[in-house]
């Protein structure tokens, strides 16, 4: 008797498996040293062995339950905001700022979704550039100008 299984989750848990054993094994190249003393490859190897397993949990989850979903086709709206996002962001950072073009590409981001509506997709934007500039420019200070010269600065 052939064994049920969805197709999806399958490869979806090999190519977790996939990843994480390679970093896992990249991260043996370095110093691993101990979890009282970590060397540079310390995390590198814990979080590939801990996707590893994670993808091992979704393909045995997939084992026994069989694909009945019609596959859905892809949405190429999203496909296209969240690449012309990574394009914008790379191409305007300099001269537009870290503020503009982080709440533009956070916006642009959650538009690619048609669950968001344009006041989420604002309201998240705004919070995710509060947190940003918070964590990358001040806390870290990351030498990007806040608003860039293309706005005057």
Do not use: H
Request: proline letters at 7%; charged letters at 10%.
């Amino acid at each position: 008797m052939l064994a049920k299984f969805s197709l999806r989750e399958l490869l979806a848990g090999g190519i977790f498996v996939l990843a994480g054993a390679y970093f896992a094994l990249e991260a043996l190249n370095y110093e691993v040293g101990t979890a009282f003393r970590m060397g540079p490859g310390f995390m590198p190897l814990l979080l590939g062995a801990v996707l590893a397993m994670l993808g091992i949990g979704v393909a045995a989850s997939g084992w026994q339950k069989p694909d009945i979903e019609k596959p859905l086709p892809p949405s190429w709206r999203g496909i296209a905001l969240i690449i012309g996002v990574v394009i914008f962001f790379g191409a305007t950072i300099r001269g537009l700022g870290f503020v503009p073009v982080v709440f533009i590409g956070a916006f642009g981001s959650a538009m690619a979704s048609r669950l968001n509506s344009p006041l989420f997709a604002a309201l998240l934007a705004a919070g995710l550039t509060v947190l940003c500039t918070a964590i990358f420019v001040i806390g870290l200070g990351m030498t990007v100008p806040w608003f860039g010269p293309w706005l005057g600065q």
